[in-house]
C-alpha cells in the first residue's frame, strides 16, 4: 500500500488523519492539518511486516503526529512535524508524542526514526514506549540524527523501550531533552553523540535503576554538563545530567 501526496485538513474533531493497518505500506510526502486526537498518521495496530512513514508535513496535531504499533521493520524519517499540543487521549499512554512508538510483537526486527524535525509541542518530541507485550517486543530503536526544538521532553524512553540515541539535536525543551524511564531489567538507554541545550531541567534525566551511557554528548557548553553533585565543577552553564547517568568524557563542541 502506498499513500503518497496527499492534502488532508482535519475537521475540529478528528481521530485519525491517514491509517494504514495490517498490510506493508509506504506514507509519503503528504500534508496533514488539524487535530487528529489517536494520531495524524497511523501505521500498523493490525500486524505489519513493514511500513515506512517519511517526508511528510504533520502540523495542529493533538497527542501524536505519527503513532506506530506492531510493525516488524519500522522507517519513520525524513518527517517535519510543528505545533502540536497534549491532551491525553484514547491509549497512548501518559506521555505523548510527536512520533510514538507503541509496542510491537516478538517478530519485530527493526524500528529506527531518523532525520525527522520537531518543533513547538508541550508533549515530548520523540516517544519510545514498549509496554502491552510484556516485555516481548526485544529491538532496540535507533533514534538518530533528528532536530527536536521547544518540546516538553525531547526524546523519552519507557517501560519496556530499548533505544540508542545517536546524532539528535535537542534545544529549549521544556523540561528534559532525554528522559528514561525504563523498567528494572530491561537494558538501559545509550546516548552517545548528541548535543543538548537551554533544557529547563536536565539534558539527561534517568528515573530507572540501570546506568545510561550518555558519554560523549554536547551539553551545550564546552565544561560539561551540570548536575546536582558537582560536575564540570560549577564552571559550566551547559544542561544538566542526573543520577545514574554516565556523562564523561562528554563533547567540548558540539
Known amino acids: 500500500v502506498l499513500v503518497r501526496g496527499n492534502t488532508v485538513t482535519l475537521p475540529a474533531v478528528a481521530y485519525q488523519g491517514i491509517w494504514v493497518g495490517n498490510a506493508t505500506g509506504r506514507v509519503a510526502a503528504n500534508t496533514i492539518t488539524g487535530p487528529a486526537r489517536t494520531g495524524s498518521i497511523i501505521v500498523g495496530q493490525a500486524h505489519m511486516r513493514r511500513a515506512e512513514v517519511d517526508s511528510n508535513t504533520i502540523t495542529a496535531w493533538v ?101 540508542t540515541l545517536l546524532y539528535n539535536g535537542i534545544d529549549s525543551s521544556g523540561t528534559d531533552a532525554v528522559r528514561a524511564s525504563q523498567y528494572s531489567g530491561v537494558p538501559a538507554l545509550v546516548a552517545n553523540q548528541n548535543n543538548f541545550s537551554n533544557s529547563r531541567q536536565f539534558g539527561l534525566r534517568n528515573l530507572g535503576v540501570p546506568i545510561v551511557d550518555g558519554t560523549n554528548n554536547y551539553w551545550g557548553d564546552a565544561a560539561g554538563p551540570r548536575c546536582d553533585t558537582g560536575c564540570g565543577g560549577g564552571l559550566t552553564t551547559g544542561d544538566s545530567a542526573g543520577t545514574n547517568v554516565n556523562y564523561h568524557p562528554y563533547l567540548t563542541a558540539p
Open 63 to 163: 497527542n501524536a503526529g505519527v503513532v506506530t504499533q506492531d510493525v516488524d521493520s519500522l522507517w519513520v524519517r525524513g518527517n517535519a512535524l510543528g505545533s502540536g499540543r497534549a491532551d491525553i487521549c484514547c491509549g497512548l499512554g501518559g506521555q505523548t508524542g510527536a512520533i510514538h512508538l507503541l509496542p510491537a510483537s516478538l517478530t519485530a526486527v527493526l524500528a529506527r526514526v531518523s532525520g525527522n524535525t520537531v518543533t513547538g509541542t508541550p508533549a515530548g518530541g520523540i516517544v519510545v514506549e514498549r509496554n502491552d507485550f510484556g516485555g516481548a517486543d526485544t529491538v532496540t530503536a535507533l533514534v538518530d540524527s533528528n532536530a527536536i526544538k521547544r518540546a516538553n521532553f525531547g526524546i523519552v524512553v519507557q517501560y519496556y523501550g530499548r533505544a
